[in-house]
T-cell receptor, first 113, second 114 residues
Framework: DAKTTQPTSMDCAEGRAANLPCNHSTISGNEYVYWYRQIHSQGPQYIIHGLKNNETNEMASLIITEDRKSSTLILPHATLRDTAVYYCIVRVEGTGTASKLTFGTGTRLQVTL | DVKVTQSSRYLVKRTGEKVFLECVQDMDHENMFWYRQDPGLGLRLIYFSYDVKMKEKGDIPEGYSVSREKKERFSLILESASTNQTSMYLC?????????????FGPGTRLTVL
């Protein structure tokens, strides 16, 4: 799987948009960009994923650049409950144990009042 | 919504004890995974199951075994717990075996072995 680079930490004021960047310059054409988050002492939570096009769901938006070498996760109105570590992962199609998830160090997002 | 549940949030066991961690998913998913997560080491796959009674070893299967007698339930067994198995254990499931299929996680079990 392609390696990803994320900032170690970010702050965001409650109610503002949180924009979390991710670089994946070695991404291949068949690799998807996935985002998960993990609130302290809880299991990881799936947020969103995409291949080429921008995606939006009830939790967030994912903006992927045209060359697919970077992406941005947007939480449109951050709340204190969004404080977590956010992981950007690039996943290739594969079966069995090749489908395992590997998290990097992620971005620790702190939402403040 | 997919729901993955784990039998315990916190567990304390003694060295040498046999430990059972249970995971149940309610979405008829084919695949289930057991990971452990440790600071600085990230997420590591212990075992994977793609069907009832079928399993594959992950990256760190030593000291662990698994059981999948029913589609919805995947158990992780520590035959003889050791202190280096103190960790956060995470169960996940996905609908298919495709590597790009979304994995959904349970809340985790924080196991301490004394």
């Amino acid at each position: 799987d392609a390696k990803t680079t994320q900032p170690t930490s970010m702050d965001c004021a409650e109610g503002r948009a949180a924009n979390l960047p991710c670089n994946h310059s070695t991404i291949s054409g068949n690799e998807y960009v996935y985002w998960y988050r993990q609130i302290h002492s809880q299991g990881p939570q799936y947020i969103i994923h995409g291949l080429k096009n921008n995606e939006t769901n009830e939790m967030a938006s994912l903006i992927i650049t045209e060359d697919r070498k970077s992406s941005t996760l947007i939480l449109p109105h951050a709340t204190l409950r969004d404080t977590a570590v956010y992981y950007c992962i690039v996943r290739v199609e594969g079966t069995g144990t090749a489908s395992k998830l590997t998290f990097g160090t992620g971005t620790r997002l702190q939402v403040t009042l | 919504d997919v729901k993955v549940t784990q039998s315990s949030r916190y567990l304390v066991k003694r060295t040498g004890e046999k430990v059972f961690l249970e995971c149940v998913q309610d979405m008829d998913h084919e695949n289930m995974f057991w990971y452990r997560q440790d600071p600085g080491l990230g997420l590591r796959l212990i075992y994977f199951s793609y069907d009832v009674k079928m399993k594959e070893k992950g990256d760190i299967p030593e000291g662990y075994s698994v059981s999948r007698e029913k589609k919805e339930r995947f158990s992780l067994i520590l035959e003889s717990a050791s202190t280096n198995q103190t960790s956060m254990y995470l169960c996940a499931s996905s609908r298919t075996a495709m590597g790009t299929d979304t994995q959904y996680f349970g809340p985790g079990t924080r196991l301490t072995v004394l």
